[in-house]
């Protein structure tokens, strides 16, 4: 405790005076300070298991990696058909597969970057049914950057 918060005995000693103790109980998970990139299990009837096998990608593929994921997160907003979203996906899967190998061929990586962009360019010109201007926007912004050269 601080000087302030001291009291003495008269003779010039000075003790320190501690507030009473209390006990806080908590009905769930208390969180103090950051947490960040931390995870929590509440309510689990068993043994909680995480695995977790991140993909390297590889040297001069992130940003294009990073633009597929990107492209495949927002594919079901865009109404396409479910032959198309599949078509999309399986491509998106390809180019992020491809881009975590330790060698990637790159030309499987454009080819599978092709089906993409022809799968988005119908929504991007508006020929797509049902295609509002947010979609055409976003799948012309899609192609855009899909169409960046990677090294």
């Known amino acids: 405790m601080t000087a302030d918060r001291s ?12 507030p009473a103790a209390h006990t806080v109980i908590y009905e769930g998970p208390a969180i103090g300070g950051d947490s960040v990139r931390s995870q929590f299990v509440w309510g689990s009837k068993g043994p909680v298991v995480q695995t977790q096998n991140p993909e390297r990608i590889s040297l001069g593929l992130e940003a294009i990696a990073g633009t597929v994921a990107h492209t495949l997160e927002g594919l079901p907003a865009i109404g396409l058909t479910e032959e198309d979203r599949r078509n999309a996906e399986e491509a998106g899967a390809e180019v992020l597969g ?4 330790n060698e990637p061929d790159r030309s499987r ?14 929504a991007a010109t508006g020929l797509a049914a049902g295609s509002a201007e947010g979609t ?3 799948a012309r912004t ?7 050269p990677f090294s």
């Open 109 to 122: 990586i454009q080819r599978a970057l092709s089906v993409l962009k022809g799968v988005l360019a119908p």
């Open 98 to 101: 491809e881009a975590a190998q």
């Open 142 to 148: 899609a192609i855009e950057q899909l169409s960046v």
């Open 136 to 138: 055409q926007e976003w």
């Open 7 to 18: 009291e003495g005995a008269g003779d010039g000693s000075r003790s320190a005076v501690f």
